[in-house]
């Protein structure tokens, strides 16, 4: 046997959605792009969003940023029955996506810091509670939730809104680039251009996951929907109150 020969699949392989799994699917899409259009990212794209609350926004979001690969890590700690379908692909999913996350803490503090931000100021930062909240659904629903709801609301949701408005920010940024407090270049745009470009397939694949999960299981399935569409929803009221500032 070759050695490059694998004798097991790393990569998650997407399969053709089910009728609930579509259904899931579009039926979280309004939620999503609630989020995605908001009104301060569609003003962040244009660069009529001031610099005072593009650069409060990078500061009060900069805990779920930080925090995001803990709340996988409290998903991890449960996938442990391999007997049950979609937990060992699971497991082997949330470590290599915790692994990409690891670079992103840093990128996300060059973005903040072209924006005037100290890492001593994003480290000690206390989001007001509406900006909050999201962190604490995501603590609690990653702790208490199975597996599937946790996936759902940290990796489907918050993944696929950010993914989406990454792309329109991404495209509009240079806007910025002549504003005296301002730093824009290729290092403080890492963590946008990662986000518009290569996390586009973790909500499909988190998708995936969740059809193994739950499949043939209805209760499963609508907690883990349920669970997306509030993480979305604390989403939203995170970027009401960012916008509510400027
Ligand atoms: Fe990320």
Redesign the pocket.
Known sequence: MNSKTKTYELDLQLTPHTTWSQKFWDDLIPAKDKVSSHPLFTDMANGKLSAHCFRNTLLNFYPL?AH?PSYMAMSLAKATQFATPGVTEARNWLIQNIK??ER?LDWYRDWAGGFGLSVETLDTTRPPAAVNAINHYLWSINYRGTLAEGIAATNLAIEWATGDWSIQVYKGIESYANHPEININKRSLAWLR??AHY?DLHPHEAMELIKRLCDGQPELQQKAFEAAQEGLAYYALALDACYEQQ
């Open positions: 940023v995001f990409i996350e992103h990662a986000h996390d």
